[in-house]
């Protein structure tokens, strides 16, 4: 089992910045790839952005130029930099890590944009 607990969630002003972290924790081994996903309320899930083990990294068209996702592999963390936020961006921000044949999920954190 794999234990992801997302962090620096909260009320933003539009144009304002978050960082949002995920820890991993557990039986990380074999997790190729992780990432960030969100769901507004009456709207799917959907991807934010995803790091994979090799470094590889895919935005959403609606955050790219606004959004970085790093991750410091010694503290098994992954970051979500969000910069210049929007109203539209208040949703649930769930952590995500992928396996081979399994996926796990945060309990999510909260990211409201509102003047």
């Known amino acids: 089992q794999v234990q992801l607990v997302e962090s620096g969630g909260g009320l933003v002003q539009p144009g304002g910045s978050l960082r949002l972290s995920c820890a991993a924790s557990?039986?990380?081994?074999?997790?190729?790839?992780m990432g960030w996903y969100r769901q507004a309320p009456g709207k799917q899930r959907e991807l934010v952005a995803a790091?994979?083990?090799?470094?590889?990294?895919n935005y959403s068209d609606s955050v790219k130029g606004r959004f970085t996702i790093s991750r410091d592999n010694a503290k098994n963390t992954v970051y979500l930099q969000m910069n210049s936020l929007k109203a539209e961006d208040t949703a649930v921000y769930y952590c995500?890590?992928?396996?081979?044949?399994?996926?796990?999920w945060g309990q999510g954190t909260q990211v409201t944009v509102s003047s």
């Open positions: 557990g039986s990380i081994s074999g997790i190729y790839a």
């Open positions: 995500n890590a992928d396996k081979l044949h399994s996926e796990y």
């Open positions: 790091i994979s083990s090799g470094g590889s990294i």
